[in-house]
């Protein structure tokens, strides 16, 4: 189940977005500050980021410190008050959102945009890059970077084939569908949930230690 961070001080809102994301695991906080120390206690999957906010706070001013502690952590922007050269800048740059949705949200184009933004952006985007840079040669092809971006791109798809599932993960399977050794599957997933990718019931082992290969 991936984890949401909400920023909304509007209790209607918030109602709306527990509605609409039940399948998710949402905290929600009212300010930008509380943001930030909620993403320094756990790094969120999506942060749905709105830009009227508690005590004056602008969400729009706090996206780049959101961003400069979170930045594989991918952003919907909500606003009804932003300008179109607000929007701009709020969509460009090294620490921009991935999207902006207007008010009134539209539940079911909330419910697209962060199925996309969890499935694509974020990790999938570093996959993606890393994978173009070694095509292009940009950086130095060694085994140990080569291994790095599989493994990312690997852990990346696992996070998409069980996430929302209770069920629990078939070890020698994915070690059968991915090519590799069932320890390294186990070492994925104690990864991933020592992240807080993925829940820890969904593999209650995975404090176990699986020694080497």
């Known amino acids: ?27 929600c906080v ?12 756990t790094k969120p999957d999506l942060i749905i980021l709105d830009n009227i906010l508690d005590e004056g706070e602008k969400g729009l001013e706090f996206l780049p410190k959101l961003k400069a502690v979170a930045t594989h952590v991918p952003v919907i922007m909500i606003s009804g008050t932003l300008q179109i050269r607000e929007k701009l800048a709020a969509l460009q740059g090294p620490r921009s959102a991935h999207y902006i949705l207007e008010k009134p949200v539209d539940l079911d184009e909330l419910d697209r945009t962060v199925e996309i933004a969890l ?8 996959v993606a890059l890393l994978q173009s840079l070694e095509r292009a040669e940009k950086i130095e092809s060694s085994e140990p970077d080569r291994r790095f971006t599989e493994r990312l791109a690997r852990q990346h798809e696992m996070i998409k084939r069980l996430r929302g ?11 059968r569908d991915f090519n590799v050794s069932r320890k390294t599957i186990i070492r994925d997933l104690q990864d991933l949930i020592r992240r807080g990718q993925l829940p820890e019931d969904i593999y209650p082992e995975w404090r176990q230690d699986v020694g080497g290969d």
């Open 165 to 175: 599932t209770t069920e629990r993960p078939n070890v020698s399977g994915l070690s």
């Open 30 to 41: 009212t300010t930008g500050r509380a943001a930030l120390e909620s993403i320094a206690d």
């Open 1 to 27: 189940m991936a984890s949401i961070l909400i920023v909304e001080d509007d209790p209607k809102q918030l109602r709306l977005y527990g509605k609409a994301l039940r399948g998710y695991r949402l905290t």
């Open 119 to 126: 499935t694509e952006c974020g990790l999938g985007e570093t």
